[in-house]
């Protein structure tokens, strides 16, 4: 091939590689409570294949989950509206994920709260999604959910809050969680899970999931165009007798969430085959 025929082509080859998009183009999240087991869980994974991360913390919030992460921070009250606008003021993201799990049975506006104040600025920003974290009850009655009282209550908040934001406009992402466990303080490694979970938009599905599938399914979730104006239920076959007695224990409480229960079993236990990532 004569020399300049080869410089040619070369060139041309050079403009049309330079041209082509990324094939994983990284996002810029914004992780709302990202200090916490969930977000700071996210938060390690979406860093290892290469997002940049901000995470959304109250002043006082312990950030030793994220310690050594090149993670950024803005700070504020995610409850009030003047200081959420205040962080966020000069500040753009490409998704938005909120990871704040509100258990007051006191205050049932928290979750409306929230997403009225965080919504219109992923809108603003023109935002390509924004991630919810639901309740298995979402859209069910009460005498078709599994909760206590107090907990549907919350539940209730929590479906006004999605609907909010599937109203908005912004591209969503919706998981709706039945029984997730491990739960409370007995939080497992991030590293732990079975791998047999599933996403299903059967919306009459009330299942049980591992924190570590779920884990996955989220950072699979973000950015992901299979993904976007979806809402999810998720499952896990093997978890059958965690999730009997994660429902033993919700039919007994009242008045407060009971994370044990004689007559329940217990609703941590590994199941067998439990394998754990040690690259996670």
Not at 71 to 86: H, K, L, P
């Amino acid at each position: 091939m004569p020399i300049k025929q080869f410089w040619i082509r070369a060139a041309f080859a050079l403009a049309v590689l330079c041209a082509a998009p990324a094939a994983n183009a990284a996002e810029h999240v914004l992780i709302i409570g990202g200090a916490g087991a969930t977000g700071s869980a996210i938060a390690k994974m979406l860093v290892a294949r290469g997002d940049k991360v901000t995470a959304f913390v109250r002043p006082s919030t312990d950030r030793s989950r994220l310690a050594g992460l090149p993670v950024d921070y803005v700070v504020g009250d995610a409850m009030n509206r003047a200081e959420v606008d205040a962080a966020l003021a000069g500040k753009s993201f490409t998704v938005f994920f909120d990871t704040i799990q509100i258990l007051s049975v006191t205050d049932q506006q928290s979750y409306t709260r929230l997403y009225a104040n965080f919504v219109p600025w992923a809108k603003r920003m023109k935002a390509k999604q924004f991630l919810s974290l639901g309740s298995g009850c979402n859209d069910r009655a009460a005498d078709n959910c599994p909760l206590s009282p107090p907990l549907y209550a919350v539940a209730r908040d929590s479906t006004i809050a999605e609907y909010i934001l599937r109203g908005s406009g912004v591209p969503y992402t919706v998981f709706r969680i039945g029984a997730l466990v491990p739960g409370g303080p007995n939080e497992p490694a991030a590293d732990e899970r079975t791998g047999t979970s599933v996403l299903t938009e059967d919306a009459t599905v009330f299942g049980a999931i591992w924190r570590g599938d779920l884990y996955d399914h989220i950072a699979g979730c973000i950015g992901a165009a299979r993904c976007i104006n979806k809402v999810f239920a998720l499952d896990d076959p093997t978890l059958k007798a965690q999730r009997e007695a994660w429902l033993c224990k919700r039919a007994r409480e009242t008045d407060k969430i009971i994370f044990e229960h004689p007559d329940c079993g217990d609703s941590d236990v590994p199941p067998p085959g439990m394998r754990r990532d040690a690259a996670r």
